[in-house]
């Protein structure tokens, strides 16, 4: 890690608690005793500001910041952890004393070290809070709603909202020096309500990086969004009742891959596997999925909402290959799970806060491109339907039974889209569907920056991405 990122760390964190290394690595060594696989201190500072915008008037702006630590100790499958807000060393004493009584009484395993290699930047050790000026904000905010209410007469609202973060961390370990990370972030989400005939449609479009704010200005971005949120909102408008039934359905690229992400990548999760839970248990050299499947998880793409330079334990970033042509060749772990199951770490370690315990998490995870055109998939498909854009859903993770609802959807007719159509849920499972994959496009996408993940009551941001997918055959729950 770049020692210039690790001296701005400290000073924020552990000199403005009057706290040093020195104390630090004494609080790990003492509890890191006989029996403990992993001990460890993460130390986070969090600033946010977020500024709202709803019906012409700045709604809303706000400010909150945060500092704590989490104490952890790991003694094979027993976790011993305690949190505090408090910095002080006392404070932090306590915590670790009440860690080590939780997980006394765990098997006690060999750890494979992570290496502590030093790692590249994935973005800009910037705040982002401070990229630009208030003035900037509320004028950029202004600015958008009038282009955006002169794009269409039909405009009866437009909501911004412009969220920006900065996550300081600093991770202290019994196996290697401190490692610090900077994490900048920032959202800008754009929605619209259109009005005609006394029907309403709302639309809905978002985007951001791991940057400052100044990634808004002097471009088109945000009025991109708001032409796409008029988009979204005037397709509804259009839109008639879906049909049900069983049928091919190609799956646009960039943001449908959120179906890939839940039906099959939580799937892939170490902590579920090694549990023998998730449907891809004790299946790595299986063939799961069509041949022409190749799924990764890669947290090393600068700038993008997933990426981190070091993972929440202090494992690099990585590029890891899920499924490989249709082959299972291995799940995402953090340092518990792979030390059960005899495996090295992946980066995927990653927690909400320092009040959380890590667990195996996805960064940015998309399919690779195939050999097909995207009008070429579209051309097979006689009567079908065509995704673009998705909604929410729901995943069993044990069976990888899913439900998906599609935001924008149209009808496939003799290899042409047709009309739009609304209500399309996709239902099915997801190595099912994985193996009804019969032709990837060449357009690999990634989503523009909006993806958030949640597990056992944890939120952290993600990335997804594939190219256009034809799958032969799937449930469409519709009203039509």
Not at 8 to 23: F, G, M, P, R, Y
Not at 242 to 259: D, R
Not at 409 to 418: D, P, Q, T, V
Request: proline fraction near 4%; charge should be negative; aromatic fraction near 4%.
């Amino acid at each position: 890690m770049q020692a210039k990122t690790l001296n701005t760390v400290k000073s924020a964190i552990l000199e403005s608690a009057q706290l040093n290394e020195a104390d630090i690595s004494k609080v790990v060594e003492s509890i890191h005793g006989k029996g403990i696989d992993i001990a460890d201190l993460y130390f986070q500072g969090e600033r946010r500001e977020s500024w709202s915008m709803e019906d012409g008037k700045i709604k809303e702006g706000s400010f909150s910041s945060d500092k704590g630590v989490g104490v952890r100790v790991v003694s094979g499958d027993k976790t011993g952890f305690a949190y505090s807000d408090d910095l002080s060393l006392s404070a932090i004493k306590e915590a670790a004393n009440a860690t080590q009584s939780i997980a006394r009484h765990g098997k006690s395993t060999s750890l494979k070290i992570a290496s502590h290699k030093k790692t590249k930047e994935m973005y800009s050790a910037i705040d982002p809070l401070n990229s630009i000026s208030d003035q900037d904000k509320i004028d950029l905010i202004n600015e958008l709603n009038d282009s955006a209410r002169q794009l269409d007469q039909r405009i009866e609202q437009v909501n911004i909202s412009l969220v920006s973060s900065q996550d300081m961390i600093l991770i202290a370990t019994a196996n290697g020096p401190l490692l610090a990370d900077i994490r900048p972030l920032v959202r800008l989400n754009v929605s619209v309500i259109l009005e005609k005939n006394n029907r309403r449609e709302q639309g809905y479009a978002g985007g951001g990086s791991r940057s400052g704010l100044d990634y808004f200005m002097g471009n088109t971005i945000g009025i991109d969004l708001a032409k796409e949120a008029i988009r979204q909102a005037s397709i509804q408008m259009e839109a008639v009742a879906a049909p049900a039934g069983s049928m091919p359905v190609v799956l646009g690229s960039g943001w449908p891959g959120i179906l890939l992400h839940e039906a099959v990548g939580h799937g892939l999760e170490g902590d579920f596997n090694r549990k023998g839970v998730s449907t891809f248990s004790g299946r790595v050299g299986d063939q799961v999925a069509s041949s022409l499947c190749t799924i990764v998880d890669d947290g090393t793409i600068p700038y993008r909402r997933g990426s981190l330079a070091i993972d929440d334990e202090g494992v690099p970033g990585q590029y890891n290959v899920l499924i490989q042509d249709g082959i299972l060749k291995g799940y995402m772990q953090d340092r518990m799970n792979a030390n059960l199951m005899n495996v090295t770490p992946t980066g995927n370690g990653r927690r909400e806060s320092y009040a959380h315990i890590p667990m195996p998490r996805m960064t940015n995870t998309y399919m690779l491109a195939g050999p097909h055109e995207h009008d070429e998939i579209i051309a097979s498909v006689k009567h079908g339907i065509y995704a673009p854009n998705f909604a929410g859903g729901q995943v069993d993770i044990t069976s990888g039974k899913f439900v998906f609802s599609a935001s924008e959807a149209y009808m496939i007719e003799n290899g042409k889209i047709s009309y739009p159509v609304k209500g399309a849920m996709l239902i099915g499972d997801g190595p099912d569907i994985l193996g009804k994959i019969s032709m990837v496009g060449n357009n690999l996408e990634l989503d523009g920056g909006i993806g958030t993940c949640g597990k056992e009551g944890q939120s952290v941001p993600v990335g997804v991405g594939q190219p256009t997918l034809k799958i032969d055959e799937i449930t469409v729950g519709g009203t039509a």
